[in-house]
């Protein structure tokens, strides 16, 4: 069990709950976004999405979040991975999804940078420190 020191900071923080998009064509690339400056984590790699609106469901907020930040309609995903990251300041839950089918072509819909990339060439350290076992996962699968 954890100490209840532990647990009792975990409650003081913010906790964000968020619906993540691991966008994946027929030929095992993945469509990855960069944040941009002025976020948190600015600068690293990461599979797009955003955080769940009150009483929003993680599938519902992916939809939304990836036709707002990226242009597609999901037509077809199922969760991948849930994971649970505590930082300084907030304690985060993320819901990653595979995205196997959409409508239109993804790009940076908000002008951040954007790239496909083979899954096999994600780079754990290039991405948010949450989602580097996500990046494990897709590599050794």
Known sequence: MFPALFIEEIMKKKHLYIAAGII???NEKIFITERP???HMAG???FPGGKLETSEKP?????RELEEEVGIIVTE???FHCVEHE????H???YFYIVSAWNNEPYGREGQRSRWIDQNDLVAEEFPPANRIIV??????
């Open 24 to 26: 994946r064509n027929s």
């Open 37 to 39: 400056d002025g976020t």
């Open 44 to 46: 690293f790699w990461e």
């Open 59 to 63: 599938e519902e907020a992916l939809v």
């Open 77 to 79: 995903c199922e969760l």
């Open 87 to 90: 930082f300084d300041e907030r």
């Open 92 to 94: 985060v839950t993320i």
């Open 136 to 141: 494990d996962m897709l590599k050794h699968k």
